[in-house]
């Protein structure tokens, strides 16, 4: 199998990807497995006006153009499954299966999702008006690609996070250069190689591998930013944005809680508060971070959890089924959970399973359940971003619903009761862009869905008409037939006749009906 280093491409810069630049750690080892370029404001300016002069080709591709080569794409990421996940968790220390069915699977639906979908959401939009003057008229809206789209990406998903959203802005017809986080830019530059095989025309989608300073630099070039990180980058990204008066799309931090009521099936809710914290080892926007547990199911839902993570085997991916939870990625967030879980346990938490980080290379934290923990606590109100679970008792479900809203945050939210009814109302009350009744995070996986949030959790949304339509300015279109009045009614000369008139026309349409 072809090793990481083979697949870097060489940089439009001329600089070779091995050697210099900024060195990629395997977060499962700890050992450097790859050099990217560091890219200048400069080279971002270069990589934009590259950008620019390839996108009308690719738009007069047209729908059917752009999504031949989408879906020859989507055939390349099976091809290349392989590949593709170890390039993943070489850069991440995620688990083969962490990067199989959260990368893989949603890369694999989102090329056939957008190919299908985008010449729909897209499609010209006959209008009809109430509006009198414009009858015979025919009235259009379309939508017209943006022309450069930047798209910057976290380290957790360097995928389906910062890939993803390449993927509906490439088939609106735009041009993208995606910077990805500098921890995770392997998995970006081998898609892009994977999509310049597939027939992408040069420069229709680049890499800007760099840091901050870079993916800031890309926002002062491009036409819209779209951009997944935490919530204070997002203010920044949004604050530059303005500044050029370019739309900004923002998928930013979360605090998902889960709401487990009396009357729930509490094995099921065990299993998937399990799995939903502790999947990529709790470093995803839509984990399940708190949960909030009606008194009567307490004791049982706590034994149950606290069982079932205590058996989580966590270390280096040594391939399918080797262990369950996997690195934490980033360097810093290890100081985040240890810090959340200290501050809990000082404040009176108790920790039932795991609570330390692993002695050795690799950077790992044990899978950890806490209980007696409450909103003083760093660990209910702040985004941990690790394998942790603090669980609450609650009174009643008022108190649930209370403390699930009381957050800066608004990403996600689950509820877990056998009165499905009930549930769907629970979750209207919770303030989250997505709410999921005795299940967590799957929304994400329904592309049809809008997936975005609400408060501090972002501007705009992925997925869906708008996960697509943001990439593109909307165009209304009105068209007078040929064989039309040499001029209108109201215009010049005014004269008292056609005014009064026009004022019994205005009555006439507006001026009928009951008022109460
Ligand atoms: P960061 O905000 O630290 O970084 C995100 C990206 O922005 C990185 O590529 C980073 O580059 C870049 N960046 C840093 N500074 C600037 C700047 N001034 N201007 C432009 N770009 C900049 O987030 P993380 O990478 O730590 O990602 C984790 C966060 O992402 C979590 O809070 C998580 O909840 C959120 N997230 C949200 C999702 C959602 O859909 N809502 C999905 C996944 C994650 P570099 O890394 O090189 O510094």
Redesign the pocket.
């Known amino acids: 199998m072809a090793t990481v280093e083979q697949h870097l491409p060489q940089t439009p810069n001329g600089v070779t990807s091995a050697g210099e630049g900024i060195p990629v750690e395997n977060p499962a080892t700890g050992q450097i497995v790859a050099t990217v370029p560091d890219l200048s404001a400069d080279a971002v300016a270069e990589m934009a006006a590259r950008g620019r002069a390839a996108q009308p080709g690719w738009q007069a591709y047209g729908f059917e153009g752009r999504c031949r080569v989408l879906l020859r794409a989507q055939k390349w990421v099976m091809d290349n499954a392989e590949q593709v996940v170890s390039t993943i968790v070489s850069e991440t220390g995620k688990t083969y299966e962490d990067a199989q069915l959260a990368e893989i699977g949603y890369a694999g639906n989102a090329f056939g999702f957008w190919a299908k979908e985008a010449p729909n959401y897209l499609a010209d939009e006959r209008v009809k008006s109430s509006q009198v003057l414009v009858k015979g008229k025919k009235i259009m809206m379309r939508y017209r690609p943006l022309g450069l789209i930047g798209v ?6 360097p995928l389906t ?1 910062s890939f993803g959203d390449c993927i509906p802005a490439l088939a609106a017809g735009n041009s993208v250069i995606l ?5 995770t830019p392997l998995t970006s530059l081998l898609m892009a190689e994977g999509l310049r095989e597939c027939g992408l025309p040069e420069n229709v989608l680049q890499i800007a591998t ?7 630099a ?2 002062e070039h491009v036409d819209m930013i779209m ?8 203010k ?2 949004a604050e ?1 944005a303005a500044r050029r008066l370019i739309p900004a799309s923002l ?4 605090k998902d809680p889960m709401l487990v009521l009396a009357d729930a099936d509490v094995e099921r809710a065990a299993n998937f508060a399990t799995y939903y914290s502790m999947q990529n080892a709790g470093q ?3 984990s399940i971070e708190r949960a909030y547990v009606e008194e009567p199911v307490y004791d049982e839902f706590v034994a149950k959890v606290s069982e079932k993570v205590r058996a989580l085997r966590v270390g280096k991916s040594d391939g399918p089924g080797s262990v369950e939870v996997g690195a934490i990625t ?1 360097p810093p ?1 290890m100081q985040t959970i240890k810090d959340h879980v200290a501050d809990a346990v000082q404040k009176g938490a108790r920790v039932l399973a795991g609570g330390e980080q692993l002695p050795g290379a690799g950077r790992f934290f044990e899978p950890t359940v806490l209980v007696d923990v409450d909103h003083t606590m760093k660990i209910m109100t702040e ?1 941990t ?1 690790g394998p942790t679970l603090p669980i609450m008792k609650v009174a009643d479900v008022e108190e649930a619903v209370r403390l699930a809203n009381d957050s800066p945050y608004g ?1 996600g939210a689950s509820v877990f009761t056998r009165d499905t009814e009930r549930g769907g109302e629970i979750a209207r009350r919770i303030e989250v862009g997505a709410a999921n009744v005795n299940d967590a995070m799957i929304n994400y996986t329904v592309l049809e869905l809008p ?3 609400a408060k501090a ?2 501007l705009g949304s ?1 997925h869906g008409a708008g996960g697509i339509r943001k990439y593109c300015s909307q165009q209304a279109i009105v068209i007078t037939p040929k064989l039309a009045l040499k001029k209108e009614l109201f215009m010049y000369p005014y004269s008292r006749r056609t005014t009064r008139l026009l004022a019994r026309l205005f009555k006439l349409m507006y001026g009928r009906g009951k008022r109460d």
Do not use: D, H
């Not at 910077?179 to 921890?183: H, L, W």
């Not at 951009?227 to 980058?233: A, C, K």
């Not at 998928?251 to 979360?254: H, R, T, V, W």
């Open positions: 910057i990406g976290p380290w957790n998903y996070n910077k990805p986080s500098e921890i760099g840091r901050g300073e870079t993916g800031a890309l926002v951009f997944t990180g935490s919530t204070r980058t997002g920044k990204v530059a998928e930013l931090g979360g995803t926007c839509i980033f967030q985004e971003f990403l997936m975005g949030g959790s972002g992925r």
